[in-house]
């Protein structure tokens, strides 16, 4: 209802008065469905990005799903031990300790379970969980997290696991290690089985062509030797599959293999400028943003053209379906703090920026709609815009 001057086509009381007469109601203007589901939080907030504490103490290592679950190495309890737990970013407390058998078994004696090197693989609906510790046997553990079990173990090896991943429909399954002569990059086929993958690879890589001198130079420890594979990633149509090749030396370039899936053969190798931090590929699979010596770059896969990006990063992912990469940074000008950030791949242009440190994970959610990133003292930034 309001006051207003009344309209002389309706006969009323005396003239020159004021009558109340109903109007139209006009209700509030809903945002989208997805900010009234998210409640008066997003109305009071002036950033899109979410700080919390997910977890106490310290981890050397960990990893992020699509859905938000976090896998990592958790801190010592009170008798110095220590476990891979499970938790959610977007609630408090651990959700799942993982045990496998012969746990206690896996420490050499006098070393402390924190000095071990770790790594982690969630499938694309984290349902199941491939990782790999160096308290337990040398071979990837499967874990199915619905069952909240251990599936079994495959691909046994002798060089630690540097990098461990998942193609995007979760049809293939990469595991990239160092090592100089020992180093290998091992590819499998997922089958419908109770354990999704077979206990040798379906396809392996060696020493890649023309680093065969490297090779042999690092058994020297000299720079400029091959040292083995690093981060590696699977083009969202599952049709080639990209490698870092690590250089030693604190000054050497390192590279990038391009390899045909399921047959792993070479497509390409393409130099870099400075060791390579990450790599991420667009959602056309046709360009890969990758990190190299704290610069953005983008590279052309079937002209191996590249391009400095407008920005400085150390780690990169694009969004599963948009021209959006979120990135991070340890370097922020007139700051001890470094950023993350959004990309605009297409205007090439920042957004959203927000300051932090010590990142060392990024992922986005399954449909796109917000990122996650992580630091090894149980710091979560959450990137949750009202639309995306």
């Known amino acids: 209802?309001?006051?207003?001057?009344?309209?002389?086509?309706?006969?009323?009381?005396?003239?020159?008065?004021?009558?109340?007469?109903?109007?139209?109601?006009?209700?509030?203007?809903?945002?989208?469905?997805?900010?009234?589901?998210?409640?008066?939080?997003?109305?009071?907030?002036?950033?899109?990005?979410?700080?919390?504490?997910?977890?106490?103490?310290?981890?050397?290592?960990?990893?992020?799903?699509?859905?938000?679950?976090?896998?990592?190495?958790?801190?010592?309890?009170?008798?110095?031990?220590?476990?891979?737990?499970?938790?959610?970013?977007?609630?408090?407390?651990?959700?799942?300790?993982?045990?496998?058998?012969?746990?206690?078994?896996g420490p050499a004696a006098g070393v402390a379970a924190q000095d071990f090197l770790a790594a982690f693989a969630w499938s694309p609906c984290a349902r199941h969980l491939v990782a790999a510790w160096g308290a337990w046997q040398p071979a990837l553990h499967i874990f199915d997290l619905q069952g909240k079990m251990l599936l079994g173990t495959f691909g046994g090896f002798k060089s630690f696991p540097a990098c461990l991943a998942w193609s995007g429909a979760g049809n293939f399954f990469a595991a990239a290690s160092t090592g100089g002569k020992g180093a290998s990059l091992r590819l499998w086929r997922a089958e419908a089985s109770a354990?999704?993958?077979?206990?040798?690879?379906?396809?392996?890589?060696?020493?890649?062509?023309?680093?065969?001198?490297?090779?042999?130079?690092?058994?020297?420890?000299?720079?400029?030797?091959?040292?083995?594979?690093?981060?590696?990633?699977?083009?969202?149509?599952?049709?080639?599959?990209?490698?870092?090749?690590?250089?030693?030396?604190?000054?050497?370039?390192?590279?990038i293999v391009l390899a045909d899936v399921p047959a792993l053969r070479t497509q390409n190798v393409f130099q870099a400028q400075g060791h390579i931090t990450d790599l991420t590929w667009t959602?056309?699979?046709?360009?890969?943003?990758?990190?190299?010596?704290?610069?953005?770059?983008?590279?052309?896969?079937?002209?191996?053209?590249?391009?400095?990006?407008?920005?400085?990063?150390?780690?990169?992912?694009?969004?599963?379906?948009?021209?959006?990469?979120?990135?991070?940074?340890?370097?922020?000008?007139?700051?001890?703090?470094?950023?993350?950030?959004?990309?605009d791949l297409t205007r090439q242009t920042m957004f959203d920026e927000y300051a932090a440190e010590g990142i060392v994970d990024l992922r986005w959610s399954v449909d796109g709609s917000k990122a996650y990133a992580m630091t090894r003292d149980g710091m979560a930034y959450i990137y949750d815009p009202p639309l995306i």
């Not at 680093?211 to 590696?232: D, N, V």
């Not at 969004?319 to 703090?337: E, V």
């Open 1 to 105: 209802m309001e006051t207003r001057e009344r309209s002389p086509q309706v006969p009323t009381a005396p003239q020159g008065g004021q009558q109340i007469v109903p109007t139209a109601s006009r209700g509030l203007a809903l945002r989208s469905a997805a900010l009234v589901m998210r409640g008066l939080r997003d109305m009071a907030r002036d950033s899109n990005w979410l700080i919390k504490n997910v977890f106490p103490g310290y981890t050397p290592r960990l990893a992020i799903s699509a859905t938000g679950a976090l896998s990592l190495i958790a801190p010592p309890d009170h008798g110095g031990s220590q476990r891979v737990v499970l938790y959610d970013i977007e609630r408090s407390g651990p959700t799942l300790a993982l045990a496998v058998p012969q746990e206690a078994a």
């Open 195 to 255: 354990l999704p993958f077979a206990q040798s690879p379906t396809q392996e890589m060696g020493v890649p062509d023309g680093f065969e001198r490297q090779t042999y130079e690092a058994e020297f420890g000299e720079e400029g030797a091959f040292s083995g594979y690093g981060r590696t990633a699977f083009s969202p149509d599952e049709n080639t599959l990209a490698s870092v090749i690590e250089i030693r030396g604190d000054w050497a370039d390192d590279s």
């Open 283 to 343: 959602p056309d699979s046709r360009q890969i943003i990758y990190c190299a010596a704290g610069q953005a770059y983008r590279l052309d896969v079937e002209s191996l053209a590249f391009e400095p990006q407008p920005f400085g990063a150390e780690l990169c992912v694009c969004h599963p379906h948009l021209p959006l990469c979120i990135c991070y940074s340890s370097w922020l000008k007139n700051s001890a703090k470094g950023r993350l950030f959004l990309v």
